[in-house]
């Protein structure tokens, strides 16, 4: 970080201000000129805060020139990291994860059927939702406690860690036997949600929301690895745009730049991305060849009876073909922004 101090800063007051700053623990340069006195900071800005920096009387200006976020930056974790579910599949570092499954979960044996099949097509975890976020209070909600019990049901019947949406964290404790805790797009934010997962010591998975930066999208990892948790996975699941043809704006080159600047594990969802099930198989390939960790991909036995996200939705059958393909391409896809190469480089 630079400060910029005012031309007329009386020399007790920079001295004041570096004083501050290294009590901070943050070494500081200073670099005096004609017009400008300029003061470097070395260390770890990160807890910095550049506002009530600018706030102070003697302060002209001031320029991050590292990421505010330490925990998820590359910088400070070359190696990439690898979460290992309880079934023993992995994802990160040449690891891919499948989590597949129903945009909600609607009963006993529609989970279990697609579980029974997404885990026959090879998805090594499966995924559906019981509080759904829906845009209308009239839409189907989910099935709460009991979606969560059904997903308990297909794990028991299938080995599939389950992964699931949490949108309070006052329903944590419904979600202690949950392997990985979904945070939806539209809570990306939500600072205290984030907080009280970082307390937890199992994945959560953040999906990027709709109208957020990668940069954003670090911080809110940073604030559940800030808590002690490292267990974070990243998801791209499309922003909105201007355009209408599909339901969101999918963008494949995040993935090598949110690979450049974080170890963490980077998955796509092209199901949210593009709301269009035709779209969903060439968006996959894409994003495997342009080397995410891991998809989510939303499967359903009966797409044109499902309560939520069935133009989206996969069936079975679709979603089989899928996975060959994806497991042919798999082992060529460019990870030159990973620390860990594919198996086939
Ligand atoms: C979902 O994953 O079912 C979901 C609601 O997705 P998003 O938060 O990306 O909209
Ligand atoms: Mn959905």
Redesign the pocket.
Known sequence: MIVILKKNAEPQQVRLFTDWLRSMGLETHLSVGENHTIVGLVGDTSRVDMESILALDIVEMVQRIQEPYKNANRKFHEEDTIITLPNGAKIGGGHFLVMAGP?SVENEEQIISVARSAKAAGANALRG?AF??RTSPYAFQGLHEEGIRLLLRAREETGLPVVT?IMDAKHLPLFADIDVI?V???NMQNFELLKELGKLRKPVLI?RGMANTLQELLMSAEYVMAGGNEQVILCE?GIRTFETATRNTMDLSVIPVLHQLSHLPVVV?PS?ATGRWELVAPMALGATACGADGLLIEVHNDPEHALC?GPQSLRPEKFAALMEKIRAIQPYADRSFSAAPAAAE
């Open positions: 945009c939702g759904k976020p949406e979904q939806g797009a539209r999906k699941r969802d949210h996200d």
